[in-house]
């Protein structure tokens, strides 16, 4: 079974921190691997997506690696704000055509002001 | 706004009621895909469909019964549900099966009395 591990599963910070979020997987077979924002009641939105090729990715504030060889990968946040406030799931496929996504459970941050 | 439209957003149904939530998409994909997702769990996925046709089923109970009419839209047909059957119930889609990133709706809040 493939597991995927994000930690710390809940964080509160006050608004202008630097944050790290953590995802770890036992698959040794990553292809892709996303980080997604879900806010409380909603669906998923893809923030980064690390194509198979790529270490890193960056959208604004937001910056994503992955290190396959460890295992692990890190959503980096910076100068957050309260809007961040979300769950933040990280979610890898196989490179496979069926399309399964293994997703954790997410890390649940609250910025306040 | 979500480009993954889901209705409807909110469902109350008793365990001998038939009801369906529908899904729609105008993005040209031609996967789908249905999710549950429980309260601070992640997105298990239940259904795949690849033009039109079913391609994984999740070993799901046949009181879930899906159908993808046509290339933008897929329903998911309820009969009979449990209690344990409340989720949040999240359709999404991607240009083909096992392209990423997969684009999520909104979800339908299922509530089984």
Redesign the interface.
Known sequence: KQEVTQIPAALSVPEGENLVLNCSFTDSAIYNLQWFRQDPGKGLTSLLLIQSSQREQTSGRLNASLDKSSGRSTLYIAASQPGDSATYLCAHDRGSTLGRLYFGRGTQLTVWP | D?E?T?TPKHLVMGMTNKKSLKCEQHMGHR?M?WYKQKA????E?MF?YSYEKL??NESVPSRFSPECPNSSLLNLHLHALQPEDSA?Y?C?S?Q????????????T?LSIL
């Open positions: 979500t993954v889901q996967a895909y601070k769990k992640p997105p996925l795949v391609s994984i949040l999240l999404a991607s083909e099966q096992g392209s990423q990133p997969q684009h999520f709706g909104d979800g809040r």
